[in-house]
């Protein structure tokens, strides 16, 4: 059987995450979210004390369990899915995976998650690294403003302490390191769909996208 795999790229707060996720309910694909899996070896580095900035430490990473359950990441059987996104893992994420051994063994791990599946997979190097032979890739973008302004309210909702101007400035040193990292740097897939969604509510993208999919696999495609 081939599986199709769909790859959505994206900077922080584009909202890929959340469109990747009604994407797959809608066409009862696997969702894996490549970002919540760096946020959970994040957390995990962090109540483990370590010196973050010491790659030599995060030889954990090849003993750490991950598995998606409805959308739901658990890593080594507990559901990390609120923790990982409190501001401290925010604020360290894109140092833990500029790191090249950590993406490795994670990239070796979407891998094998989305092997044997039709998968949904979002994250930052997805459509060129992770999934290169996806059938369908797409690359999610939206003003610093609009994601800080998504975020603002995602926080919120979470009972996140939250403040728009400080995220705005996180969001963009977010972008310039996740662009600038020496291992695969936040970038779009050359055969990627590149979405604006700054004036897109989520249903119109998902629409997009979906019907696009649909269209392709009615005719063949």
């Known amino acids: 059987m081939n599986y ?25 694909y696997i969702y894996i979210d490549s970002g919540a899996m760096y946020r959970a070896i994040t957390l995990k580095a962090i109540n483990l004390g370590i010196d973050l900035e010491d790659e030599g430490k995060y030889e954990f990473v090849k003993d750490t369990e991950f598995r998606f359950l409805n959308g739901t990441l658990f890593m080594d059987g507990h ?4 923790d990982i996104r409190e501001n401290d893992v925010s604020n360290n994420v894109s140092l833990v995976s500029s790191f090249l051994f950590v993406r490795e063994e994670l990239v070796s791990s979407q891998q094998i998650l989305a092997k044997n599946h039709n998968v949904v997979m979002d994250g930052r190097d997805i459509g ?8 369908y890739k797409f ?14 309210i995602d926080n919120i909702e979470r009972n996140i302490k939250s403040d728009l101007k400080i995220i705005e400035k996180e969001i963009e040193r977010r972008d310039f390191l996740d662009s600038s990292r020496k291992y695969s740097p936040l970038k779009a ?15 119109q993208v998902v629409k997009l996208i979906t019907d696009k999919i649909m269209e392709d696999e009615k005719n063949g495609f």
């Open 4 to 28: 199709i795999q769909i790859a959505i790229d994206g900077p922080a707060g584009a909202g890929k995450s959340t469109i990747a996720k009604l994407i797959a309910e809608h066409l009862n």
């Open 79 to 82: 559901d990390v899915s609120h």
């Open 128 to 135: 060129y690294k992770v999934l290169p032979d996806a059938k």
């Open 139 to 152: 690359y999610l973008t939206a003003s610093i403003k609009k994601r800080a302004e998504r975020r603002n």
């Open 189 to 203: 897939a050359d055969d990627a769909v590149i979405i604006d969604t700054s004036d897109l509510a989520i249903d």
